[in-house]
């Protein structure tokens, strides 16, 4: 009986379809609204034909959307009223419009089983009917008393699949022996004494495990999410940063070929202006030596004149005033150096290119690895060696700044080699130099990995190896390295070890001997000291964030040497 009220139900629906599509707008795909004729037979809404005519106006011809059959005038359209009121009628049923074309169903659609003809897109299927049905042929879904018991689910081309292939029923249980949605009749055969309950039982759990599964994924898209805005404002610090670093090197540059220049024009000018001075101190001995030049030979031609004259009498007595001659000038201080003048000009430039090379190559290298350390901190930083040659292979050759250096430190063995002295050195006067503690810094910067060694040698006073910024204090006791926030600090002593940062001691036990090493990784924040012998021994490791270069240092009342590592 329900299936032929539901055929009845579905004759009905599809007699209002076609009904729909005679009284259906052509262009606007809805019912007509004001409809009217074409001389041709064909009806549209007249607002619908007008706008369609509109386009046509250019070309004098008007045409039908539909046979394409022209009209020359244009046509003047009336309200058809029997079409009218036939629109009024089937709206009081209560019916709509047409279905549009994108409403029948496509290749890729799943399309209503009931539909005749063209097929309309399926907007639910039925598990209970095992059928796809349209909005319109699901109505007595809603209606019917006895279907609306049924479940609905999204349109499926796969419904067979929920059919048992063996007993041709519904598969409503799930065996979760066998991990499997099986009938009522297969717990009764091959799935005898399994643990089996209904399909919506475990639905429902399986549901709440998915929920679960959801919100660990939300969770880690918004962590992800997280990540790449942080990622993104790394990538905008990097660049704000790397802009800056490239302005602040351009002009420091251009101060630097500007202070040559300067220089170039200062050394230019006090060469000519020595030229001038030089030349015309020759100039005026040359005239001088040359007006000497003129009276001789003044002189000369009287004395020739005078050697001529045949009377004695008249010889005798113009002799003394013709042979009388003025005091001549004194050329003792011409010293003639052909091309030998402004050479040692040429020469002191020439060594000062040669320092400033010296210096930029020396440079160009803490210039490079700064560069090529830059890290967003994308990978894991690289472990740390676990035997000397591992460490060698970040060995820095490192040398004492003399500009740092207390004044009772003697520095030598270029500069790697530092002593105490009860005497003060003779030392240039510098704003970097420590004033009150023994100690020194070394002239390169440190960044990234870097290892160095350091011997201490004899006395009772042991030497502190340490890091520090630049801008650590240079006098007072917070210059001590390990007393303040700048510096790190490991106290080598004839028979114990200390470590000190910011006036806070920590003891340190380890073997003594007198070299020790010490590993940076400037990036990862590590500065590890190691007792260097046969093996590598820990002594003391800092985990921290290093915000500035650092500078290796040393404080000493004895001896110590950054030794030469290989």
């Not at 539901?6 to 209002?16: K, N």
């Not at 440190?446 to 630049?470: D, I």
């Not at 106290?491 to 070890?497: E, I, R």
Request: charged share 25%; hydrophobic share 30%; with cysteine.
């Amino acid at each position: 009986m329900f299936v032929l009220m539901y055929l009845c139900l579905a004759e009905m629906a599809q007699r209002d379809q076609l009904d729909r599509e005679t009284l259906c707008c052509s262009i606007c795909l809805d019912l007509l609204k004001d409809p009217v004729s074409l001389p041709c037979g064909h009806s549209y809404c007249m607002s619908c034909i007008k706008g369609f005519w509109d386009g046509e106006d250019q070309r004098k011809i008007y045409s039908c959307p539909q046979c394409r059959e022209a009209f020359t005038p244009r046509p003047v359209l009336k309200k058809n009223t029997m079409l009218a009121a036939l629109v009024e009628q089937l709206k009081k049923t209560g019916l709509q419009a047409a279905p549009a074309d994108h409403c029948y169903a496509g290749p890729e659609d799943v399309a209503c089983d009931v539909c005749t003809g063209r097929k309309l897109k399926a907007f639910k299927s039925c598990l209970q009917c095992l059928v796809s049905y349209c909005e319109n042929h699901l109505q007595p879904h809603y209606t019917v008393g006895q279907f609306k018991k049924h479940k609905l689910v999204e349109p499926s081309e796969k419904l067979q699949e929920n059919i048992c292939s063996r007993h041709d029923k519904v598969m409503e249980i799930f065996c979760r022996t066998d991990k499997k949605c099986i009938c009522y009749l297969c717990t009764m055969e091959d799935h005898k004494g399994h643990d089996t309950v209904p399909a919506a039982a475990e639905r429902t759990e399986r549901q709440r495990e998915l929920e679960v599964s959801r919100l660990n994924i939300q969770q880690r898209i918004q962590d992800r999410e997280k990540d790449v805005k942080l990622l993104q404002q790394e990538v905008e610090a990097v660049s704000r940063s790397a802009d800056k670093a490239v302005e602040d090197s351009e002009k420091i540059f251009t101060q630097l070929i500007r202070l040559l220049q300067k220089r170039s024009s200062d050394v230019k000018q006090q060469i000519r202006s020595q030229q001038e001075t030089e030349v015309s101190g020759v100039k005026e001995l040359q005239e001088k030596l040359q007006q000497e030049i003129t009276e001789l030979k003044r002189k000369d031609a009287e004395l020739k004149q005078l050697s001529h004259t045949e009377d004695h009498n008249q010889f005798l007595h113009n002799y003394p005033s013709v042979s009388q001659l003025s005091e001549p000038t004194d050329s003792s201080s011409i010293n003639i150096r052909p091309l030998r003048y402004f050479e040692d000009v040429t020469a002191a430039v020439s060594e000062l290119r040669d320092k400033l090379q010296d210096i930029l190559r020396d440079n160009w290298t803490n210039i490079s690895l700064a560069v090529t350390e830059v890290d967003v901190l994308l990978s894991e930083p690289e472990p740390e060696p676990k035997t000397r040659a591992g460490f060698l292979t970040y060995s820095h050759e490192i040398t004492l700044d003399p500009n740092t250096a207390n004044t009772y430190l003697l520095l030598s063995e270029g500069n790697r080699k530092v002593e105490f002295m009860s005497q003060q050195q003779s030392y240039s006067s510098h704003t970097d130099r420590f004033t009150d503690k023994c100690q020194v810094l070394s002239r390169e910067s440190l960044t990234g990995r870097c290892y160095w060694e350091v011997e201490k040698r004899g006395g009772m006073w042991g030497v502190y190896v340490a890091v520090a910024y630049k801008n650590i204090s240079r006098a007072g006791n917070e210059s001590l390295f390990g007393r303040n926030d700048k510096s790190w600090s490991l106290t080598c002593g004839t028979n114990s070890y200390e470590f000190n940062f910011n006036k806070i001691k920590t003891p340190v036990s380890g073997p003594i001997s007198s070299r020790v090493g010490v590993y940076l990784d400037h990036r990862a924040g590590i500065l590890s000291f190691y007792n260097v012998s046969e093996t590598m021994t820990l002594l003391h490791r800092v985990q921290t964030t290093f915000t500035q270069p650092l500078y290796a240092g040393l404080w000493v009342l004895d001896t110590a040497e950054l030794c030469k590592v290989k």
